[in-house]
């Protein structure tokens, strides 16, 4: 079976993969095609049926995992595949975890860590809360799975923690470096349960895409609601401090125009807007890096999210070691004998 990544343009192909689109056309001759988006755990590709397509639709749906034949070309700067043979595969024929992406760290282990970081909470209002959505284990399941984003950030299996646990690790940092007034324990708690309404908000039991909930509600919305409810179970939970960390969770995409109800107005608040899109953004340029198509470049595709390219390439070292005597002398520690 040829891998999604491996696929390059002349290849033949044929291999089992999971449907993420599919989309009836109508070529400029006036004669209908299938336009496909195939995908397995390596990443996605865009396909067509160009041969009696519409009978050919009659054979499978959107997020079924089937079986292609067909040969790979060069398309539009990137890598297409026309579709000579196509059929469904019974579900017991496949797992389709494998054809999803998924973290390259284990859940197991990164619930531990999450347990670490409640574990360092002092603040004992904040730990009952956490314990509260954390330690049901329904919530663990569907945390440790989600991912963090459809496409943009961490789209894939475990994403969603992935991406919790790295804003955890700079806000740790940010807060020891400032100090007061920055209040770690407010500040961690925003970032673990900034996003947590997107357990909800996403579907990714088959392929990534919003639920219903989602598109109408939003991941901010149902995370509210869901902190929400949880705090009210806590006896005595400050009203002042119910309000400060729900503030943090509507105003964390930073800006109205960017999807939050309101804009951050307080500390943590501002410090996890800024590490939140931090955190994204690395997250996507690091994809871009590692990932893709290998085409004697050293520039991504125009990534449309930044409005511009990005530049994968490393400069090359030279290899040569530090002259620890010279770098001496011009830093004027050295004896300079200018004359015999």
Not at 78 to 86: A, D, L, T, Y
Not at 156 to 168: F, N, T
């Amino acid at each position: 079976m040829k891998k999604i990544k491996d696929i390059k343009g002349k290849d033949h192909v044929a291999g089992s993969y999971l449907v993420t689109k599919k989309e009836v056309g109508v070529s400029k001759s006036g004669k209908p095609y299938l336009n496909l988006r195939i995908m397995d755990s390596t990443g996605e590709l865009e396909a067509r049926v160009w041969d009696g397509a519409e009978d050919v639709a009659k054979g499978f749906h959107k997020n079924d995992v089937v079986s292609i034949k067909g040969y790979a070309v060069a398309y539009m700067g990137g890598i297409q595949v026309n579709v000579s043979n196509i059929a469904a595969l019974p579900e017991s024929a496949y797992s389709v975890r494998d054809f999803l992406p998924s973290s390259k760290r284990q859940p197991a282990d990164m619930l531990a860590e999450l347990d670490s970081v409640i574990a360092s909470i002092k603040d004992r209002h904040l730990k009952a809360l956490l314990l509260a959505v954390f330690g049901d284990d329904e919530m663990r399941h569907l945390f440790s799975t989600a991912p963090a984003a459809k496409s943009m950030h961490h789209p894939y299996l475990g994403g969603l923690l992935e991406h919790v646990l790295s804003i955890c690790g700079l806000a740790d940092k940010v807060a020891a470096h400032y100090g007061p007034p920055v209040n770690r324990d407010l500040l961690l708690a925003g970032a673990m349960l900034h996003d947590i309404g997107k357990v909800y908000e996403l579907s990714y039991r088959r392929s990534f895409d919003y639920t219903d909930e989602g598109r109408l509600l939003g991941h901010i919305t149902i995370g509210v609601e869901l902190v929400d409810k949880k705090m009210e179970g806590i006896a005595d939970f400050p009203r002042v401090l119910a309000v400060l960390l729900k503030h943090m969770l509507l105003s964390h995409h930073g800006q109205l125009e960017f999807g939050s109800p309101k804009r951050p107005k307080t500390m943590e608040a501002i410090i996890l807007s800024y590490l939140d899109d931090l955190d994204a953004k690395a997250a996507a340029v690091k994809t871009l890096m590692e990932g893709g198509r290998d085409d004697g470049t050293n520039w991504t595709p125009y990534q449309k999210i930044f409005e511009r390219y990005i530049y994968k390439g490393a400069m090359q070292p030279t290899g040569e070691p530090v002259d620890e005597a010279r770098e001496d002398e011009d830093n004027g520690k050295g004896e300079l004998r200018l004359f015999k």
